[in-house]
């Protein structure tokens, strides 16, 4: 469920390091994370799912429209098709994702550079319909994630869902993703 006990939101690694929970850190920082590398994005993503969550991923390079990015999404959150999709059925389908109780939810959206690219403003709106999903699931107890993943180390999206997206916590410095 949703809330964190205290207790378990740390925990030692295999090389005897405290780390604490990845979803505790993404959370607190906002649903919304910002992930350059491959290898680092697919080790959050194995931790997640080696913690319950259920993991959805898009690739959203190939996108040539907004339609295709919201057919892209919403295939794989299992929507139906609609003929002509736009940002308020897809508001509308977010609310209604299927996040489970225990462990969670989390949407990988790669190469969204590629959105943000072509089509700026509507790719802050998909992030924020995304986060306020986040953050509706967080009031029934349920944990909805959103990891994003982009070739340009110096992304920005400004506030999506009333935070701005974070880099992870690997990949925070600069230094760390160029």
């Known amino acids: 469920m949703a809330a ?8 030692t690694d295999a090389d005897g390091q405290v780390r ?9 920082c906002g649903p919304v994370a910002l992930f350059r590398k491959p290898a680092v994005l697919t080790e959050s993503v194995a931790w997640l799912e080696r913690h319950g969550y259920t993991v959805a991923q898009v690739d959203c390079e190939r996108s040539r429209s907004e339609q295709e990015v919201l057919w892209a999404i919403g295939e794989a959150l299992g929507f139906h098709r609609w003929p002509y999709p736009n ?9 209604g994702i299927k996040v489970p109780t225990e462990g969670g ?3 990988v959206l790669h190469r969204f550079d590629a959105v943000a690219v072509a089509f700026p403003e509507f790719a ?10 986040s953050w509706d699931n967080l009031l029934l107890g349920r944990r909805l ?4 993943r982009s070739e340009d180390p110096w992304i920005q999206f400004g506030r999506v869902g009333g935070h701005e ?6 990949e925070w410095f600069n230094a760390d993703r160029a």
């Open 4 to 11: 964190f006990d205290p207790t378990t939101l740390t925990y």
């Open 20 to 28: 604490e929970r990845l979803d505790w850190v993404m959370l607190r």
């Open 87 to 95: 940002l308020d059925g897809f508001n509308d389908d977010c609310r």
């Open 105 to 107: 939810f989390a949407v």
């Open 124 to 133: 802050r709106q998909v992030l924020g319909i995304l986060a306020r999903a």
């Open 145 to 148: 994630l959103c990891l994003v």
């Open 165 to 170: 997206p974070w880099w992870n916590q690997r």
